[in-house]
Structures are given as structure tokens and as C-alpha cells.
């Protein structure tokens, strides 16, 4: 079996994506920058930690607001492996 069989969708680089950015990586996404994933990579270890101590406590309105932020990154990060498969994000 050859590799392209294997693929279960055809990932292709945008042309924009090759150029190198400030911190002197290619950028790998379509839309958010390095900083902008570093960012969302610190607020999720948060966020999972506020939502653990929420939970235990019994804090349901603080769990339930820390829940709606990650779903906010989620739906970040859906856009981007959309926009990496070509397939248009479903207005809400």
C-alpha cells in the first residue's frame, strides 16, 4: 500500500504558510499566529486546572463559564483544520 492511499485527506501547505515568522519557524497555520498557539496552549492548561478546582468545590456557574471559554478556543481550532482541508466552517 502506498503512503497517498493511506491519507485520509489530501493536506496541502497554503502559500502564505512557507514564509518563515518572527520567532524564525515556518508558520503552520492558516489563522493564528505561533504566539497566538502558545497562548492557547497556557489558557487550556489553566482553564482544565480552574474547571478541576470548580468542580470540587461545587462551583457550578465558574465551571460552566470556564467550559464556555475552551469551547471558544475549540471552535478556534476547528477553524483552522477546516481551513487546512478546505472545507468552510458552519455559521452557528
Same mark, same amino acid.
Given at each position: 500500500? @502506498? /503512503?497517498? *492511499?493511506?491519507?485520509? $485527506?489530501? $493536506? ?7 514564509? /518563515? ?8 497555520? @492558516? ?6 498557539? %502558545?497562548?492557547?496552549?497556557? *489558557?487550556? %492548561? &489553566? *482553564? ?6 470548580? +468542580?470540587? &468545590?461545587?462551583?457550578? %456557574?465558574? @465551571?460552566?463559564? !470556564? !467550559? ?5 478556543? $475549540?471552535?478556534?481550532? &476547528? ?7 478546505? +472545507? ?5
Amino acid at each position: 500500500m @502506498s /503512503k497517498q *492511499s493511506l491519507a485520509f $485527506v489530501d $493536506v496541502r501547505t497554503p502559500e502564505h504558510l512557507k514564509e /518563515k515568522e518572527e520567532m524564525g519557524y515556518g508558520e503552520p497555520f @492558516s489563522t493564528f499566529t505561533w504566539a497566538r498557539w %502558545l497562548e492557547m496552549q497556557a *489558557s487550556m %492548561l &489553566q *482553564s482544565f486546572t480552574r474547571f478541576q478546582h470548580a +468542580v470540587e &468545590q461545587g462551583h457550578i %456557574l465558574i @465551571s460552566h463559564a !470556564v !467550559v464556555r471559554e475552551l469551547h471558544g478556543m $475549540v471552535l478556534e481550532m &476547528q477553524k483552522e483544520a477546516d481551513e487546512w482541508i478546505g +472545507v468552510p466552517m458552519e455559521d452557528e
